[in-house]
């Protein structure tokens, strides 16, 4: 299975932007997946994820109530919504499954983590 991160660009703060995470294959439905991002001289971090069914969530502390995210098995796609964007959400922001065996809770990431999509945010 592989991922294609999209959506990103530039706008300044407070603006809006929605990112789409494309999977191959069928399996996409089955496991729990998650939004990561890594601002330049930053180690990656764990964004949000979402539960296999889509009936789970969660979210870093510092995008709680701007930043939604959701997915659509029929198109195996997965989403984040991002408003109020702040300049410190400036970053590549990726999408990974979790391993099998592991929830959204405990989600251990994939070693796949493709190109992902740039956001860059001005003040």
């Known amino acids: 299975v592989q991922l294609q991160a999209s959506g990103g660009g530039s706008v300044q703060a407070g603006g809006s932007l929605r990112l789409s995470c494309a999977a191959s294959g069928s399996t996409f439905r089955y496991y729990a997946i998650g939004w990561y991002r890594q601002a330049p001289g930053e180690q990656r971090e764990m964004v949000a994820r979402?539960?296999?069914?889509?009936?789970?969530?969660t979210y870093a502390d510092s995008v709680k109530g701007r930043l939604t995210i959701s997915r659509d098995n029929n198109k195996n796609t997965l989403y984040l919504q991002m408003n109020s964007l702040k300049p410190e959400d400036t970053a590549i922001y990726y999408c990974?499954?979790?391993?099998?065996?592991?929830?959204?809770?405990?989600?251990?990431?994939?070693?796949?983590w493709g190109q992902g999509t740039q956001v860059t945010v001005s003040s």
């Open positions: 990974n499954f979790c391993l099998d065996g592991t929830t959204y809770i405990t989600c251990l990431p994939s070693d796949y």
């Open positions: 979402i539960s296999s069914d889509s009936s789970m969530t």
